[in-house]
């Protein structure tokens, strides 16, 4: 089962969202109507798709048993099951946040949890 998931966003929205209690969204996820997810092993791919070369990042861990139902896990990538929260997302739910460098060879990650 999937206990952790994880966001990649930009420094300066995640600073703004730390100031009101709570993450909206970026763009492309109010344009969707979800928040985009991925798990401990589509983070990888979806920095290399969605943010290749871009630097001041974050990536924000967050706890799955504390989003509830607004939750699903729908299929995207390939038929991969990616999670999808239609709902802001509460901070309280928030396990950490680290910085995403960029290196030649692309995105560097901590050690992501499942």
Same mark, same amino acid.
């Given at each position: 089962m999937i206990?952790?998931?994880y966001k990649i *966003?930009?420094?300066s929205l995640?600073? &703004?969202?730390?100031t009101? @209690? *709570?993450f909206e969204g970026a763009a492309i996820d109010l344009t969707d109507g979800y928040i985009h997810f991925s798990t401990a092993s589509q983070a990888r791919e979806t920095a290399a798709r969605h943010f290749a070369g871009q630097t001041d990042l974050l990536l924000v861990a967050v706890? *799955? &048993?504390r /989003? @509830? &139902?607004? /939750?699903k896990f &729908?299929?995207?990538r390939g038929g991969d099951l990616f999670p999808h929260l239609y709902a802001n997302l509460d901070l309280g739910a928030v396990l950490w946040e680290k910085p995403l460098p960029l290196a030649p060879d692309g995105h560097q990650f901590p050690e992501l949890d499942a």
């Open positions: 206990r952790v998931i *966003v930009p420094k995640w600073d &703004e969202a730390k009101r @209690g *709570v706890d *799955v &048993e /989003l @509830g &139902e607004a /939750l &729908e299929p995207s």
